[in-house]
């Protein structure tokens, strides 16, 4: 298991059909529409040997996304590829496709920025709103291929 904390920003729109991000960059911009959060205190580079090896074995991975201070979470089901370099110092990005660069965590997603709850992406357009970003690897049985 592996979390990031980053929070919400007044320009977040999560409107994008393919893809979502949380970066440490704290500027964002209205046409930012895949950013879901804004202050990561983690990026690809910060994540462990044992897991990087795992995404880039291609397992199945869970990513919970969550607002602790309203009781709203959500899951998104995202594959490793070999093709992951896991290097990217600012952004971490979940693709539903299964192009990879620097930035790509998972591929083959089950949900992009459009597809997640509008209730908390209302809340995630406040400054304070922390949200916490959870990977974890999935067992055989629990993935959905």
């Given at each position: 298991?592996?979390?990031?904390?980053?929070?919400g920003h007044k320009n977040i729109?999560?409107?994008?059909?393919?893809?979502?991000?949380?970066?440490?960059?704290?500027?964002?911009?209205?046409?930012?529409?895949?950013?879901?959060?804004?202050?990561?205190?983690?990026?690809?580079?910060?994540?462990?040997?044992?897991?990087?090896?795992?995404?880039?074995?291609?397992?199945?991975?869970?990513?919970?996304?969550?607002?602790?201070?309203?009781?709203?979470?959500?899951?998104?089901?995202?594959?490793?590829?070999?093709?992951?370099?896991?290097?990217?110092?600012?952004?971490?990005?979940?693709?539903?496709?299964?192009?990879?660069?620097?930035?790509?965590?998972?591929?083959?997603?089950?949900?992009?920025?459009?597809?997640?709850?509008?209730?908390?992406?209302?809340?995630?357009?406040?400054?304070?709103?922390?949200?916490?970003?959870?990977?974890?690897?999935?067992?055989?049985?629990?993935?959905?291929?």
């Open positions: 298991m592996f979390k990031i904390f980053a929070h729109r999560a409107t994008h059909r393919t893809t979502f991000e949380i970066t440490k960059s704290e500027h964002l911009t209205p046409r930012g529409d895949c950013i879901i959060g804004v202050g990561a205190d983690k990026t690809l580079v910060d994540l462990p040997e044992d897991l990087k090896a795992l995404l880039k074995a291609g397992h199945f991975f869970e990513v919970e996304l969550s607002l602790p201070d309203y009781g709203i979470s959500e899951m998104v089901i995202g594959k490793g590829d070999s093709n992951l370099t896991l290097n990217h110092p600012e952004d971490i990005v979940v693709r539903k496709s299964t192009y990879t660069c620097p930035r790509t965590l998972l591929v083959r997603a089950n949900k992009a920025a459009c597809d997640l709850n509008r209730e908390m992406v209302e809340y995630l357009k406040e400054k304070n709103t922390e949200l916490v970003f959870t990977l974890r690897p999935l067992k055989a049985a629990e993935t959905r291929d």
